[in-house]
């Protein structure tokens, strides 16, 4: 059974350090839908998860009314969407994090997906993230479009000065094409199949955020925490 006042003290303390033994997979079943409506997709939104220890990693996933509230806590979480290949701006779920609400965020498990951070401001206590789908596809083109959807959904965010940050997983990461996007900000490819990305709140307000990396077959690589 997974500690989790024990992961809590070591998040606190340093979260690489507790990212690279507390090996995390989001349930996406239990959490990226609408309760009791199948295939309806859900918002960002507040929900208690619990840990359950799996073979080769911890599950995360909603919590029941069985589950021991020892074992479970409250975080923020973006569910995925998917691009319905109509509306451009479908495959972004979008979020704002600030000094309100628990200081654990979590998104969907990234596949060939982006994650975007734009802090307010240089003291990085808010921020709004995005998680752009990977179905807009592997190509240049697929890119092309996060790009566009990316560029038009922070429009109205405030900067402070601060670059974008970007981390992309997937098979694509390291194509040389990919690089005449736009340089603007930070950019940055894994060759990892798939993600989970995990934010944390310090205790002087600033969001932080961290990527765990595994491969197909849910085993974690080398070096698998990338500070984001």
């Known amino acids: 059974m997974p500690d989790l006042e024990d992961f809590l003290i070591k998040l606190e303390q340093d979260p690489v350090v507790a990212l690279n033994e507390y090996n995390f997979k989001v349930d996406e079943e239990s959490l ?82 982006r994650f975007t951070i734009q802090y307010h401001s240089g003291d990085m206590t808010k921020a709004t993230v995005l998680h752009l789908a ?31 940050r970007r981390y992309s997983i997937g098979r694509y990461s390291k194509n040389p094409k990919f690089f005449k996007l736009p340089v603007e900000g930070v950019r940055t490819y894994y060759d990892g199949e798939k993600a989970t990305v995990l934010g944390v709140r310090g205790k002087d307000g600033k969001w932080k955020f961290f990527a765990q990396q595994y491969d197909r077959n ?3 690589m080398k070096d698998q925490v990338k500070v984001l």
């Open 32 to 113: 990226d839908f609408v309760p009791g409506q199948i295939g309806v997709q859900d918002e960002y939104k507040q929900v208690d998860v619990t840990l359950v220890d799996e073979a080769q990693t911890i599950k995360l996933r909603a919590m029941t009314s069985g589950d021991s509230p020892r074992n479970s806590l409250r975080i923020w979480y973006l569910p995925w969407k998917r691009w319905d290949e109509v509306n451009q701006m479908s495959g972004v779920s979008e979020a704002t994090l600030d000094n309100k609400g628990p200081g654990i965020f979590l998104t969907s498990q990234l596949t060939g997906c």
């Open 134 to 164: 990977g179905n807009y596809g592997e190509n240049l083109k697929g890119a092309q479009a996060r790009e566009s959807v990316e560029s038009e959904a922070l429009t109205n965010v405030p900067t402070g000065g601060m670059l974008r």
């Open 218 to 220: 849910d085993a974690f």
